[in-house]
């Protein structure tokens, strides 16, 4: 009987563990669990992809992008906003600097800390840095909000440039 039980919990997890908590707050006016209508209904410049469109993340608990805003400008800077659903719930934003894309590392590495500075600024100490020959990642915690810049790096340029705004993993 015990056996059984834990068979048939073991099972189901995967299915579960995809579940996003609702109203985790993310960036700007966004929170998890809002679907498709509402986010565009609180971002009129977003507006809704094709299904072939938009990044699809090479794992499905990230999501599928289904909303964008193609260009928002954030302390200067020019970035695209992809809106990642799971299951019809949005699961996470990221924040993408298209113009990054390419550019020499050294230039990149001054952009990283001005952006790695200001959110620090918003959000205090990061809670994790990780740097390594394939780039750099900085981890912000805000209650129940995480916060990542992603900094992607090959030949010594600047591949991926992202803050990435998701539910902090449940225990």
């Known amino acids: 009987m015990i056996r059984t039980l834990l068979l048939l919990t073991a099972l189901l997890l995967p299915t579960t563990a995809l579940a996003v908590p609702a109203g985790v707050p993310l960036w700007e006016d966004a929170a998890t669990g809002m679907d498709q209508e509402e986010v565009l209904a609180r971002f009129p410049e977003a507006r809704a992809l094709a299904p072939d469109e938009g990044d699809q993340p090479k794992r499905p608990e990230q999501g599928k992008e289904r909303v964008r805003i193609p260009e928002v400008e954030i302390a200067g800077e020019r970035y695209r906003a992809g809106f990642y ?16 894309e390419g550019m020499p590392f050294s230039r990149g590495l001054k952009l990283t800390e001005e952006v790695r500075d200001a959110l620090t600024q918003t959000y205090g100490e990061p809670a994790s840095k990780d740097s390594s020959g394939k780039g750099y990642m900085v981890e912000w915690r805000d209650g129940p909000t995480v916060i990542r810049l992603v900094v992607l790096t090959q030949t010594y340029k600047v591949k991926k440039f992202e803050i990435i705004y998701e539910a902090a993993p449940q225990d």
């Open 85 to 100: 659903f799971l299951e019809g719930a949005l699961a996470r934003v990221v924040l993408e600097m298209p113009r990054a």
